[in-house]
């Protein structure tokens, strides 16, 4: 389909009411109306996957690995470990999806109709969960220039970001809960989340500051907000995207990219997602519920935050832990070079690493199996079955109709199996085919499970390379976020196709999450 480039109309401004004496060229900029967007559907023909919830329960019994007593130690090799993806990418995927989605009135007690939910996030890369409704609707989030974001406390432990901040909070009194002010709570979910949205406030600042120093003038707030979310969605085309789901299917949705064109030039191709015309863009339920909830399996069970403190679990019944919603120690200020190849990172084998990902396969960390409270207050409590009892709530139809419906191979069921991707596949010893677990999986894998299992099914044991999404999994996530990019009006892929990030901010000419990470500590 042609890409709606040309067709979208420009929004209707929107006066908002100016806060006392702080921002100026409010009045004079262009505001969406929405600060919601709604959900939908990719797939609208194919039937609804139908499953007990017995055996979808049983499936993500199976999907969590076994606990672990002894972690592997950092200075041996981890089989769980991915090679070509540090951790940091499953953090900034996290960051990325509460940016785009979110829906608040979600419950598994209850029947899901996505055409009646709303998506309390807009789908667009706003960055709305850092700047949340603006600096006139939510003040609380701003310093009183209007310019700059609020920060929190100083925090330690890396000497290489001697002024780490963390997330502002309030000051709770006699027992009172300690939460974060964010534009999406969900920021303050992990400490890992935490601190990288304090870098992203950090960002902001700096870009500020960056633009004062350059034109010698206070810039506008709208025109920082712009740069920083342009460097960010640069960021995700040219660096999230592809580290995910691979340049070939990247350079084949946005060919632009590979022939060094822009979009009006080569548009995009958009074969499964598409936004009418004259519409705001839909989140689809595809994409929320199952493609882009792959993240959860890159989680590993213990990370090192800095070179001050030793690795931390993600839960424990017993602090340390790394465990969010609540104001953690002084001492936990990340140190990105253990998390991204960027100046600092360390050699293999040693402390000083960049942390790989774990595998993207069919299996979930233990831990993941027995979610706190704070993070999932309803049950059950396991990460896997939410995600599956989820999919079928919406509706979302199996794997297998997916993978028919985009003409690409559909997996057998002997090859879908339930387990890690650092065994040998096909070792039916360890690993499982999933319909070995109730019959109703024959032919009709939940598409989420499907998702796993085709990027599982990429991984050699006997050569060692990244393992990323697969034809399905790597079509919906590449698709929605180029189509909602494109559907955009604001983004740089629709108001300036051929723009570049600053390239004082630039490394080697290149610019993605490491060197927004360098300039956000210069803040
Ligand atoms: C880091 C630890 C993480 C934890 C503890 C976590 C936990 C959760 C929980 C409890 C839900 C709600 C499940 C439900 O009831 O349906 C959820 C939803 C979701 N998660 Fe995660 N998650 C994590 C990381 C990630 C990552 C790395 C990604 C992707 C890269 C991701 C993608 C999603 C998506 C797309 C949703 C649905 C959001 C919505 O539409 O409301 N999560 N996660």
Redesign the pocket.
């Known amino acids: 389909m042609a890409s709606p480039v040309k067709t979208l109309p420009v929004p209707v401004p929107v006066h908002r009411p100016r806060p006392h004496g702080v921002l100026r060229g409010l009045d004079s900029t262009l505001h969406s109306h929405f600060n919601e967007g709604r959900f939908g559907r990719m797939f609208r023909t194919l039937p609804a996957a139908k499953y007990s919830p017995e055996a979808l329960k049983e499936l993500g019994f199976r999907m969590t690995a076994q606990k672990e007593d002894t972690p592997t130690p950092e200075t041996k090799s981890d089989p769980e470990e991915n090679s070509g993806i540090s951790a940091g990418y ?2 900034f ?2 960051f ?2 509460h940016d785009l ?3 608040p009135a ?1 419950s ?1 007690q209850k029947q899901n109709d996505p055409d009646a939910l709303v ?1 309390f996030r807009t789908p667009r890369f706003d960055l709305d969960n850092v700047y949340g409704r603006g600096p006139s609707d939510q003040p609380y989030l701003y310093r009183d220039d209007g310019l700059h974001m609020l920060l929190g406390k100083k925090l330690k432990g890396n000497d290489k970001d001697p002024n780490s901040r963390g997330v502002p909070r309030n000051s709770p009194e006699n027992g009172e809960p300690s939460r974060a002010l964010l534009g999406d709570p969900r920021d303050d ?2 400490i ?2 935490s601190n990288l949205q304090a870098a992203f406030l950090r960002f902001h600042n700096r870009m500020v500051d960056f633009l004062a120093d350059r034109d010698g003038v206070a810039p506008e707030f709208e025109d920082v907000q712009r740069l920083v979310r342009w460097h960010y969605q640069w960021s995700v085309v040219n660096d999230f995207l592809p580290t995910i789901i691979g340049d070939e299917t990247l350079d084949a949705i946005l060919p632009h990219l590979a022939e060094g064109t822009n979009p009006l030039d080569t548009p995009p191709d958009l074969r499964f997602y598409h936004v009418t015309p004259g519409t705001e863009a839909y989140m689809p339920v595809e994409f ?2 199952a493609a ?5 399996s ?2 590993r069970p213990i990370y090192r935050i800095n070179l001050s403190n030793d690795r931390i679990p ?1 839960f424990a019944t017993n602090p340390p832990s790394l465990v969010g919603f609540r104001d953690f120690d002084e001492n936990l200020a990340v140190d990105w070079s253990l998390f991204f190849h960027m100046p600092g990172s360390g050699a293999d084998l040693t402390p000083e690493r960049v942390q790989p990902a774990y595998k993207p396969d069919t299996s979930l960390v233990n831990p ?1 199996g027995r ?1 706190p409270a704070s ?2 207050g309803d049950p059950p409590p396991s ?1 896997a079955a ?2 599956l009892l ?1 999919g079928m709530q919406m509706g979302l139809p199996s794997g297998q109709a997916v993978a028919k419906r985009m003409g690409v191979p559909v997996i057998p069921d002997d090859k879908l199996m339930v387990g890690k991707a650092s065994i040998d596949p096909n070792d039916q010893k360890v690993n499982v085919p999933i319909a070995s677990i109730a019959g109703e999986f024959k032919g009709n894998a939940p598409l989420w499970f499907y998702i796993l299992a085709e990027a599982f099914q990429q991984f050699d044991p006997a050569k060692e390379k990244p393992i990323r999404l697969g034809p399905v999994g790597g079509r919906i996530v590449g698709e929605v976020f180029a189509g909602l990019m494109m559907a955009d009006s604001h983004s740089y892929l629709r108001q300036d196709p051929s723009w570049t990030p600053i390239s004082e901010f630039c490394n080697a000419g290149k610019f993605g999450i490491a060197e927004m990470l360098v300039q956000s500590t210069k803040a």
């Open positions: 499953t953090y995927g996290q990325i999806d989605t979110f829906d979600s598994l998506d979910e992990n890992i989340i929320s519920v882009y909830r792959f993240g959860h890159m989680i993600i993941l979610l993070v999932a990460l939410r995600n989820r």
